[in-house]
């Protein structure tokens, strides 16, 4: 690990792919994180189960410009995350995904952070890039479903207790001593178990009492492909969050947070109701059926899925 008490300390960047059929887009991630306007940036790349992609990465010269690891099986997201930890040099460990593309500044903006209120863990706002057109039926609520901040997250620089996968980072240290993500959480193959840094910032808080230092203007743009806005793709994403939300209470976790989340979709409704729109009213449907789907992930996890055992 690089001294912290170097100007501007080293901060490894980690980034798990497993598609080839995604490699421009991983590409262009990539290069997002060599145009960082922070001086001191490691870029780690983890090939989950595909040596096509990691050959591709080394063909291409990513060797010279990156730490490239292969899992020779699939591992899932998790486990990827914490090889890339294992072999990480940096003070500060942030972690982002292959679909998404950085402002210059993200790392800067994180790094001040650290610098500036002694964070250990920090995290930005992820803003949707729609490649097809913005749609009008999602609530912007519910723009957690496809990768990004949603309405009622913090507006302002403070504690929270956590941000997404795309945008989150944590002092090396802090990762290390709580022996990184658990591997029955995260994407693992066609799984959609989720809520793996939501699980982690949990356990960080109760061990070292505090969440993650959020800061807006450390930006992240995710891409929106076209099939992420399929109904099917959405209502089965809400289904898997609620299933993984059970997955934590049955861990011990508490959902505090959540019940906050409830009372923004209450308003959400309530507001769209009056404006006597139908656009509005649409949102407000989904917010409805989104949000059930979600309680259905969660009874069933409860309810159903113990009776298998």
């Not at 980034?15 to 887009?25: E, N, S």
């Not at 070292?208 to 806005?229: C, D, M, S, W």
């Not at 979709?265 to 729109?277: H, L, N, P, Q, Y």
């Not at 917010?287 to 996890?301: D, H, I, K, P």
């Given at each position: ?15 798990c792919?497993?598609?080839t ?19 001191s ?82 995290g ?16 912007p609520?519910?723009?957690w ?88 793709f959405?209502?089965?994403r ?56 979600v ?15």
């Amino acid at each position: 690990m690089v001294d912290p008490t170097r100007k501007d300390p080293l901060v490894s960047v980690i980034v798990c792919a497993h598609r080839t059929d995604r490699y421009g887009d991983l590409a262009e991630a990539l290069n997002s994180l060599k145009a960082q306007s922070y001086p001191s940036v490691e870029i780690v790349c983890v090939s989950d189960g595909n040596a096509d992609l990691y050959d591709r990465l080394k063909r291409d010269g990513w060797e010279e410009g990156a730490v490239l690891i292969l899992n020779e099986i699939n591992m899932g997201l998790s486990e990827s995350r914490n090889r890339g930890i294992s072999r990480a040099r940096g003070y500060i460990i942030a972690f982002f995904d292959d679909d998404a593309v950085a402002d210059p500044r993200w790392v800067m903006e994180l790094v001040k952070m650290y610098s500036e209120r002694n964070a250990i863990a920090a995290g930005g706002r992820i803003h949707p890039l729609w490649l097809n057109g913005k749609p009008g039926f999602l609530p912007p609520e519910y723009y957690w479903l496809i990768g990004a901040t949603h309405k009622g997250f913090a507006e302002e620089v403070g504690d929270v207790r956590n941000t997404f996968g795309s945008n989150i980072s944590f002092k090396t240290d802090v990762l290390k001593a709580l022996g990184g993500f658990r591997s029955e959480m995260g994407f693992h193959g066609k799984g959609m178990l989720q809520s793996e840094e939501t699980e982690f910032c949990d356990r960080m808080k109760k061990t070292f009492g505090r969440g993650v230092t959020y800061n807006p203007q450390a930006i992240v743009h995710h891409k929106v492909f076209p099939e992420r806005l399929k109904k099917k793709f959405l209502f089965k994403r809400a289904f898997w969050q609620g299933y993984s939300k059970r997955v934590m209470v049955e861990m011990g976790y508490s959902l505090g947070e959540e019940g906050h989340y409830l009372e923004t979709i209450g308003e959400g409704i309530v507001d769209r109701a009056k404006t006597f729109s139908p656009g509005m009213y649409c949102q407000a449907a989904y917010l409805l059926a989104l949000t059930a789907a979600v309680g259905f992930g969660y009874l069933y996890r409860a309810v159903i899925a113990p009776l298998k055992h």
